[in-house]
């Protein structure tokens, strides 16, 4: 918090946090973080600023600026520590927020901890607890409710991938892999309606 409280500081911009796989959990054994605790404890960077939040979970949607609006996705399972937790309910309220999100003249761009789209060769096979299930189903029906860019992390590597829906519509999964790994990097995006124009610096 203190780190994410001085890079506020110094560089003027907003942090927006989501959980990953290794964060909160149900709180009941010894030094475990619940839900409830992380949200405490980061309350300042996205929860305070929650236009929704989905019960049960971590999930909130919160407005970036007057153009686009954050859908932060709670994907992961609190009863396994590398597992999914993408279930229908979840699955459906990003779709019912990014409908929202345009019905307010706003773009939605989602953010969640697991991959929704493959990023390393077979890895819905030897990673499958790093990508959602039935994530082709999922990404198509995200890109159909128009979400063409999602943030997420999990497989721990610097990768974009794109997908199309049958109906036509993409969606682009960048991932981004942790503090701890090579190269430490932060990406640059610049979005309109045509394309998605991203630098790694």
């Known amino acids: 918090?203190?780190?994410?409280r001085k890079f506020e500081q110094e560089t003027g911009k907003q942090i927006y946090i989501i959980n990953g796989n290794h964060d909160a959990g149900k709180g009941e054994k010894e030094g475990e973080t619940s839900l409830e605790e992380f949200r405490e404890i980061y309350y300042e960077f996205g929860f305070?600023?929650?236009l929704s939040t989905m019960e049960g979970n971590l999930s909130y949607t919160a407005d970036l600026n007057e153009k686009y609006?954050?859908?932060?996705?709670d994907s992961c399972d609190i009863n396994r520590s590398t597992g999914d937790g993408m279930t229908d309910d979840r699955v459906q309220w990003v779709v019912d927020e990014a409908e929202k999100a345009y019905a307010d003249g706003k773009y939605p761009i989602l953010m969640m901890h697991h991959n929704l789209l493959d990023h390393l060769p077979m890895q819905r096979i030897l990673s499958r607890n790093f990508i959602i299930r039935n994530h082709t189903a999922v990404a198509n029906k995200f890109a159909d409710a128009g979400i063409r860019l999602v943030f997420t992390g999990h497989e721990h590597c610097s990768d974009v991938a794109v997908h199309t829906s049958p109906t036509g519509n993409k969606i682009h999964?960048?991932?981004t892999t942790a503090l701890s790994m090579y190269p430490l990097s932060y990406r640059d995006f610049t979005m309109t309606e045509e394309e998605i124009v991203y630098t790694d610096k």
Do not use: M
């Not at 918090?1 to 994410?4: I, L, M, S």
């Open 1 to 4: 918090v203190e780190k994410f």
């Open 48 to 50: 305070s600023e929650a």
């Open 173 to 175: 999964d960048f991932a």
């Open 69 to 73: 609006r954050l859908i932060a996705s």
